[in-house]
């Protein structure tokens, strides 16, 4: 059983950046890692993960300006937020599954976060 906390949400203002953090609680060894996304109509979309053996995947819209890292013994996944638009306005949710790709399609999430907003203005 794992538990995920997401912080480091808030308001910035175009071109700007934020640092959200995932800390998990409970065993973490083999899961991927990841984050997803929700803007206000919108479905959940894929933003980035990173695998137990530290490959990491981004979606295209956010492919150079995001990084996702692994820290704390693997238990804490952050992504840092650069060049922020206000598309990328949205509930951030941490994640963890057994496969990146199917976690990619929404698919084989074993656990959720409860989110945190991003609220980029221009």
């Known amino acids: 059983q794992l538990q995920l906390v997401e912080s480091g949400g808030g308001v910035v203002q175009a071109g700007g950046s934020l640092r959200l953090s995932c800390s998990a609680s409970g065993y973490v060894e083999g899961y991927v890692m990841a984050w997803f996304r929700q803007a206000p109509g919108k479905e959940r979309e894929f933003v980035a993960a990173?695998?137990?053996?530290?490959?990491?995947f981004y979606a295209d819209s956010v492919k150079g300006r995001f990084t996702i890292s692994r820290g704390g013994a693997e238990s804490t996944v952050s992504l840092q937020m650069n060049g922020l638009k206000t598309e990328d306005t949205a509930v951030y949710y941490c994640?963890?599954?057994?496969?990146?790709?199917?976690?990619?399609?929404?698919?084989?999430?074993?656990?959720w976060g409860r989110g945190t907003q991003v609220t980029v203005f221009s």
């Open positions: 990173n695998t137990w053996g530290g490959l990491t």
């Open positions: 994640a963890a599954g057994a496969h990146y790709s199917s976690m990619r399609a929404l698919s084989g999430i074993d656990y």
